[in-house]
């Protein structure tokens, strides 16, 4: 190992988490994703009280649930054979994409619980494929 090498890894080391730079933008896109997630999550429910009675709009919110639970161990499996970077801006694209695509859907037609019954699969899977990744990146950043 060289004299700059050797420099170069004291300094890296000596910095705090909090002022890398790499640290501060996956907490910045963590938490924009974190909001995305929640705004979603309340666009679901009040569509879905609004097609059906508070009961279905549980079901719709669960049934997003269990593919994220059966498949989250496989979405990790995946992080680790693409890298979490890739993952997790492919399964955000994604999940922006859909929501777009169900948002202008809603402009124009009344919404069925079976389409956001669907959406909520989905993007239960996508989940599956994003939480594993997004815990994976911390550590690759950091020093």
Known sequence: MSAVDSKAMAAAVERPAYRDTNVLRWLGAYAASTVGDTIYYLALSWAATRGGSPAQAGVVLAISAVPRALLMLGGGVLADRLGPRRVVIASDAARSVIVLGVAALLLVAAPGLWLLA???????VLDALFMPAVGALPPRIAP
């Open 118 to 124: 669907a959406v909520a699969v989905v993007f239960g």
